[in-house]
């Protein structure tokens, strides 16, 4: 299915980083090693980077999971990249990323994702290979999407191929981050709403474990409190969704 979205898209709505963008860049230059990364050696990089504790978390087989996906379920991981480990720690959870199930015609389940430096779509062997201890969990929309709805999920995951990475994570900037990209491809393709735009002042004064002067430097010493975002953990946490799996999947 994707892949005739694929070639039926107009060209690349590429879009030129900005002077802050390109600020980003060093320090996002090793995570775009880290996300291309997969298998073995993605996971001993994890582990090395980034030990979360998982008591009696569920155990299943990467394919009985992939036979379980449908389009549209929301899929999260964990990115073991400093950064990112900022970004679960500001909102209170272990994931730090989430794609959404585009396509599951083919040998394995097809997730789109908004990355670094990038946004496309990748296996979900590769998109659960990047995650800390393969962790994942998958979340659906209460209400079953209806096959014109599934097939909108591919026309709006094409149309926002190709987007620079937002590292300003700015729900109205002209770029992309995983959440919003999320959010944005269910509500163009199934009027659905997951996750909470909130400011900076709104999510960081909510979460007294947030390491502020990171945040403080990661924006050059002037956190924007009144821009509006979207994490991943509200995403998780959206009202209704239900929990097709959370655990390991090896």
């Not at 298998?39 to 030990?51: I, L, P, T, Y």
């Not at 591919?154 to 926002?160: F, I, S, T």
Request: charged content about 15%; proline content about 6%; overall charge positive.
């Amino acid at each position: 299915m994707l892949r005739h979205f694929a070639i039926a898209a107009s060209a690349p709505s590429f879009m030129i980083p900005s002077p802050s963008q390109w600020r980003h860049l060093g320090a996002f230059a090793a995570l775009s090693v880290s996300l291309a990364t997969n298998g073995a050696v993605a996971q001993a990089r994890n582990h090395a980077s980034d030990e979360i504790a998982a008591p009696a978390l569920a155990s299943e087989s990467l394919s009985d999971l992939a036979r379980s996906l449908r389009v549209g379920d929301i899929v999260f991981t964990r990115i073991g990249a400093y950064p990112f480990r900022k970004v679960a720690e500001a909102t209170g959870t272990w994931t730090n990323h989430v794609g959404i199930v585009l396509d599951v015609s083919g040998a394995e389940p097809i997730i789109g994702e908004s990355r670094f430096p990038f946004s496309g779509s990748t296996t979900l062997s590769r998109f659960v290979a990047r995650s800390t201890g393969s962790r994942v969990a998958v979340m659906r929309l209460p209400t079953p999407l209806t096959p014109a709805q599934q097939g909108a999920i591919g026309v709006a995951a094409v149309q926002r191929q190709h987007v620079f990475y937002d590292t300003g994570f700015d729900a109205h900037s002209h770029r992309q981050f995983c959440s919003r990209y999320v959010r944005e491809v269910l509500q163009q393709a199934a009027g659905v709403d997951v996750g909470q735009v909130e400011t900076f002042k709104q999510l960081l004064a909510s979460a007294p474990q947030a390491d502020v002067g990171f945040w403080r430097a990661w924006y050059f010493g002037s956190i924007p409190w009144q821009r509006e975002t979207v994490t991943p953990a509200s995403v998780l946490h959206t009202p209704g969704l239900q929990t097709v799996f959370d655990g390991v999947a090896s």
